[in-house]
């Protein structure tokens, strides 16, 4: 037996299914958002246990005088890595990790808006502290993470 509704039902019943797709895409939405908030926090969490791990990379730390001093003493083999010339080359942000020496992942400013990600290597006080160009990441920007590479 057929049913006849009548225009307000009719409208009734596509407002209802309407809002009831509308709850669904919101609830998978949000639980988008709770997997990726969960995943970053997972992330953080790693990070965190990474830089407490004997010679895990330490948290991020503003640059100082004698980051930009390596910087300066190795700009040229990084210019050298990537074939390019650099008009700045300015320290920003860096992690260290302690090894058979000393590795320092460093943000550095390139250029307005422009930023690398720089490895070097410092050796130990008995190998005569020299400092060797390891990688160089390009195309970064100021809120890429620094991590190992």
Known sequence: ?????????????????????????????????????????LEAVRLKRMSQLVGGPSGVKEADAEIQDILDKTKAGFE???GVKFDEFT???YRSQVVAGT??????????????HVK???????????????????????EDDISNF
Do not use: C, W
């Open 120 to 142: 070097v290597f410092k050796f130990l006080p008995h190998a005569g502290e020299t400092l060797e160009v390891k990688n160089i990441q390009l195309n970064k920007s100021l």
């Open 80 to 82: 050298d890595e990537a």
């Open 103 to 116: 590795n320092y992942f460093i943000k550095v400013k390139v250029g307005t808006d422009k930023y690398v």
């Open 1 to 41: 037996m057929a049913r006849k509704f009548s225009a307000l039902q009719s409208a009734a019943v596509i407002v209802f299914l309407s809002l009831s797709l509308s709850l669904r895409v919101s609830q998978s939405v949000s639980i988008k958002l709770s997997e990726f908030q969960i995943k970053s926090d």
């Open 91 to 93: 320290a920003i942000s």
